[in-house]
């Protein structure tokens, strides 16, 4: 561990669904029981399946009403809730993250509020939650709907409560390379029946009946996913639980060195390590950054260093308005805002953080994880 397990349970599960030739959630009891148990697990009172995270994500922004003229506050870390903004035709603005905690910064959300702000998205980056009372404090005064992108952060914890219950709707991921991985799938959670009954019309609806309510898109998960989904959740707490054992050996591996910051939080949370994340601040001490990559190669150190180098404000599809073309939604003529949203330096913090970002994904062996935090202790002993 961890590794995945599909085991017979598993099949079991995925046989009775194919043995009943009832493969749709349309009809099926499937997929509604796998929704009650993932509500439950995290201690939300609703939750909505559906094929992907995106898809949670697209539907959250459309839930809390927010179209083409409006705009949706993001981190600039990750781009997938500036995206999910874009295929609502809204306009994402960005807030700075914090350098060591690597998530929104909740100092700087206030001034990037407007009349035309309708939601705002916070990542949970790594599996580190953000600092959720004083962001959903400042939204909701501001009758803000909080989305929170739990892709990373399945059963981390903020002040003992789990994330993606902090907010108005929690969005989780099942693709393959998450904590919990069904092939695809996402999950919406939330406390409030409006929003959940939102959620379901792209979720779970047929689209004879979601049409009646304006124009929804078919996220509908499979029975197959939702029974696989059902096996997965009994061995998730146990997956998760060997995460943060493996993300541990990383922290120890560390330790205080000055120039490999740790992703952790002032404040009291459990990250559950999707990816264990550092910083590289070596060229600050003496350390080049071509020095550090020779080091570590030399001692068969496995690290991914710099994301994708650059803050989400930069991708293509932001950065030259690719989105559903003619220049929207920064150019639709419902947009009163300013045109020039992304000017270089917009988020300081996340332009100078991402392409020094240390990176390691967690979910493999931990005979494999021991090997290499011992090869990283060495590589941080030979160039301190
Ligand atoms: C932070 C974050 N949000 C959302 C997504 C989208 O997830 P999915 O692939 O399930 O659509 C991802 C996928 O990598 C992610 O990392």
């Not at 099949?11 to 929704?35: C, D, M, P, W, Y």
């Not at 910064?105 to 990542?123: C, F, M, Q, S, Y």
């Not at 992108?149 to 929690?170: E, N, P, R, V």
Request: glycine share 8%.
């Amino acid at each position: 561990m961890p590794v995945r397990i599909f085991d017979e349970r598993d099949l079991e599960r995925v046989g009775a669904v194919l043995q009943s030739g009832q493969l749709s959630s349309i009809g099926g009891a499937v997929t509604a029981e796998f929704e009650r148990a993932f509500a439950e697990a995290v201690g939300a009172r609703f939750a909505v399946a559906m094929n992907s995270a995106m898809s949670v994500l697209h539907a959250s922004v459309a839930a809390a009403g927010a179209g083409a003229g409006d705009e949706v506050i993001c981190d600039p870390i990750c781009v997938f809730g500036a995206v999910a903004t874009m295929y609502n035709n809204a306009v994402p603005v960005f807030v700075d993250v914090d350098p060591v905690t690597l998530t929104m910064n909740p100092d700087l959300i206030e001034g990037k509020i407007t009349e035309r702000t309708k939601a705002l998205i916070v990542t949970h980056v790594w599996g580190l939650p953000a600092e959720m009372d004083r962001i959903v404090e400042i939204a909701h005064r501001h009758h803000i709907i909080v989305i929170e992108d739990c892709a990373h952060s399945l059963f981390a914890t903020f002040k003992g409560k789990q994330t993606g219950t902090w907010g108005d709707i929690g969005s989780f991921s099942f693709q393959m390379s998450k904590q919990m991985a069904l092939g695809d799938g996402g999950m919406g959670v939330t406390d409030n029946e409006e929003l959940a009954k939102k959620l379901d019309l792209f979720g779970g609806a047929p689209t004879f009946h979601s049409v009646a309510y304006g124009l929804h898109w078919n996220y509908r998960i499979t029975e197959q996913t939702s029974a696989i989904g059902l096996a997965q959740l009994e061995k998730a707490r146990d997956y998760v639980n060997e995460l943060i054992e493996i993300g541990k050996l990383y922290d120890e591996a560390v330790g205080n060195c000055p120039w490999l910051t740790i992703q952790k939080a002032p404040y009291p949370a459990q990250h559950t390590y999707h990816f264990w994340a550092a910083v590289f601040w070596g060229d600050r001490h003496g350390i080049e950054k071509e020095a550090f990559q020779r080091v570590l190669q030399e001692e068969n150190c496995t690290v991914n260093i710099g994301y994708t180098n650059m803050p989400a404000y930069k991708h293509p599809v932001i950065a030259q308005r690719m989105g559903y073309g003619r220049g929207c939604p920064l150019d639709c003529p419902f947009y009163t805002g300013s045109h020039n949203q992304y000017p270089e330096g917009l988020c300081p913090v996340a332009e100078e953080v991402i392409p020094r970002l240390v990176l390691v994904y967690t979910f493999s062996h931990k005979d494999f994880h021991k090997r290499n935090a011992e090869a990283l202790h060495r590589v941080i002993e030979r160039l301190s």
